[in-house]
């Protein structure tokens, strides 16, 4: 029996936001419960990280950890709390939000921490802080730009945080990740992660199996 397995529980009834809108996930309720799920169920054995394209192996070293494509810090905002630990005790949304894995990319740790909260964003020139990692931050403007290869990954992961919990994006940036998303459509490890979160949390995020319903999406 797979790890998850043990964790199951019936999906929740009546989770739509909305006609069409993607179902909330129902059955992780923190974080620290997802983390090893995720490593076990959704990269067995090993993939790459989100940003750099970097290769690990299903015994990962401490350099890797799992990176919140849309911030917690906005989720926190949009909740009202000033510190993650006040999020956690006092929202169960926030901890459905925090622990959906929809949202999940693994990361290397300095790469998770340059991004922070940062929005995303094209950087002028190419002044890259880690090595041959394909990923800019400008701290004048406050933006990190990633490598082309993952901007629809990326775009899509936020779309289903605004839509699955009407979290905030604003119309600019918006505009941009549907852009991205166009540019950068789903490919077979998209689908496959799709696919593998399903079996974990019982629900999909809509927008890789039909990345034309950003086409509708307004900010």
């Known amino acids: 029996m797979t790890f998850y397995n043990k964790l199951r529980a019936p999906i929740l009834a009546g989770m739509l936001v909305a006609a069409g809108a993607t179902a909330e996930q129902a059955r992780l309720e923190n974080y620290f419960e997802a983390i090893p799920i995720f490593w076990q169920e959704v990269y067995p054995d090993g993939g ?18 799992i990176e919140h494509v849309y911030p917690m810090a906005w989720a926190m905002k949009a909740e009202g709390c000033r510190e993650r630990n006040q999020c956690r005790h006092s929202s169960k949304r926030f901890n459905r939000m925090e622990s959906d894995m929809h949202n999940f990319y693994p990361s290397r740790k300095d790469i998770n921490r340059t991004r922070g909260s940062f929005p995303f964003g094209m950087v002028r020139g190419e002044p890259r802080l880690h090595g041959n990692c394909d ?9 990190v730009e990633p490598r082309p290869q993952v901007r629809g990954n990326i775009a899509r ?3 289903y945080m605004q839509e699955t919990y009407g979290l905030n994006i ?7 990740l549907r852009r991205w998303s ?3 459509p ?3 490890e998209e689908r496959r992660r799709n696919d ?3 079996q974990i949390q019982g629900n999909r995020n809509r927008f890789i199996d ?4 950003v086409e509708q999406l307004r900010f």
């Open 196 to 198: 593998a979160i399903e």
């Open 135 to 143: 990923f800019e931050f400008d701290p004048r403007t406050r933006t």
């Open 157 to 159: 992961a936020m779309f």
């Open 182 to 184: 166009r540019e950068d």
């Open 186 to 188: 789903p490919d077979d």
């Open 210 to 213: 039909n990345p034309k319903a």
């Open 48 to 65: 790459e990280t989100l940003y750099c394209g970097e290769h690990f192996g299903a015994r990962k070293d401490r350099s890797f950890n």
């Open 170 to 176: 604003y119309r600019r940036q918006g505009e941009m």
